[in-house]
């Protein structure tokens, strides 16, 4: 086997749409429905290298090579890498970038020391995809992606759904550029302080899923797709609206929210703490329209406003030599 002295990774964001069951009496907490999306990627190069402190420590690789000691010590390997950001997720955007640059670095140390790691290997290291395993599968499968919750053992949400988006469909993205979401030792409080979920809203938000959602999502259904998906984020942003301030964390995006839904938008929510919001539209002629009509009757400060699809593949994985040939390798990385 030739040994592999660079990698480079590409991994998308993702939307998270919701939680189903946030009561737990069955033993299961959490089950949360997302989406891999295009155009909002991380991409890294990780490679080997012989000159010990070599490297420099900036603003976008610090986190990176935060992760890349945690992986080096935990699996005893003494070597020396440099890591290059090409790309970054938006931080604190509620898009999934810690659990992205995470795996994208994981993977690429497991890659070129021939570690043999997996996913899920990467995540309890690194401490990510404990509530929700929506970043895991978007960088291993991409698609709509369900969870089945945290359990009352150690490991990760499962991945237990997993479908294909529509290509014709596509979301509006509204992401604000100077405010964060709740994140760190914030989120950890406020799932501490935030009263029991009902049981029978949880009841009702399973069903809604499994009976609306998902067959819509097979049936190309958009009307009752996007339609269920609002009421899911209503019902979810109720819950969490002490802490963030309302459904909304941010008000400029909540107005334009509710201008989407009195025009016919009923797709619209918030992905996880936002700021971030998207409206579901069923063609690229809809989202454009209604992209201009949103930029003529609001003044969309600060408010960055894109037009995506859903990401039907996971991350982007190339492998390079010494001989300075490479490989090429979409989808499941461990299926190579």
Known sequence: ??????????????????????????????????????????????SKNSIKDSVEINEDNKRAYDY???????????????IEVHKKIPEHAGLGSGTQLALTVGVAISKLFNLNLSLMDIGKVLDRGNRSGIGIGAFEHGGFLIDGGKGKSAELPPITVRQDFPENWRIILLVNSREKGIHGQKEYNAFKTLKP????????????????????????NFIDFSKAIGQLQKIVGTHFSPIQGGVYSNPDIANIMHYAEKNGFMGVGQSSWGPTGFILTDSDTSAHKLTKDIKQNFLCKDLQIEIIQGRNKGSYIESFENENTSQNKNLNIYKE
């Open 1 to 46: 086997m030739k040994n592999k002295s660079k990698i480079l990774i590409t991994s998308p964001a993702r939307l998270h749409l919701g939680f189903m069951d946030l009561n737990g009496s069955l033993g299961r907490k959490f089950g949360s429905v997302g989406l891999a999306i295009d155009s909002i990627e991380t991409s890294i190069t990780v």
């Open 68 to 82: 890349s000691k945690l992986i080096l010590n935990a699996y005893e390997v003494d070597e020396n890498i440099k």
């Open 197 to 220: 979920f009902p049981e029978n809203l949880s009841e009702q938000l399973c069903r809604l899923v499994n009976m609306v959602i998902l067959p819509s999502l097979v049936e190309k």
